[in-house]
């Protein structure tokens, strides 16, 4: 069994940065793309940056230049540096990824995590 857990939610003031990680856990034989997704009240659910194992990434434009998508094989572990954060970035972020197991290949979602911007 696979699990995906996301941390480093919270609350934040507008231009202040947060950092996310997720750590894929379980009988992982490899992980190929991670990625981060949110989805804001009312809402759909939308793609905010993606790396592949290869490290091609892909940003939505409203975070390219303020959030950063990283990755340490190593640990399984995929993380989201946001920076100079907005009002608009408050959402439910929640990770997504590819993973290689004894069940197969199989795309999996963290249970996600708040990331609210006020004042």
């Known amino acids: 069994q696979v699990q995906l857990v996301e941390s480093g939610g919270g609350l934040v003031q507008p231009g202040g940065s947060l950092r996310l990680s997720c750590a894929a856990s379980g009988s992982i034989f490899g992980i190929y793309t991670m990625a981060w997704y949110r989805q804001a009240p009312g809402n759909q659910r939308e793609l905010v940056a993606a790396?592949?194992?290869?490290?091609?990434?892909n940003y939505a434009g409203s975070v390219k230049g303020r959030f950063t998508i990283s990755r340490d094989d190593a640990k399984n572990t995929v993380y989201l540096q946001m920076n100079s954060l907005k009002f608009e970035d408050t959402a439910v972020y929640y990770c997504n990824a590819d993973v290689a197991s004894g069940r197969g290949l199989i795309n999996y979602w963290g249970q996600g995590t708040q990331v609210t911007v006020s004042s």
């Open positions: 790396l592949t194992r290869g490290g091609s990434t």
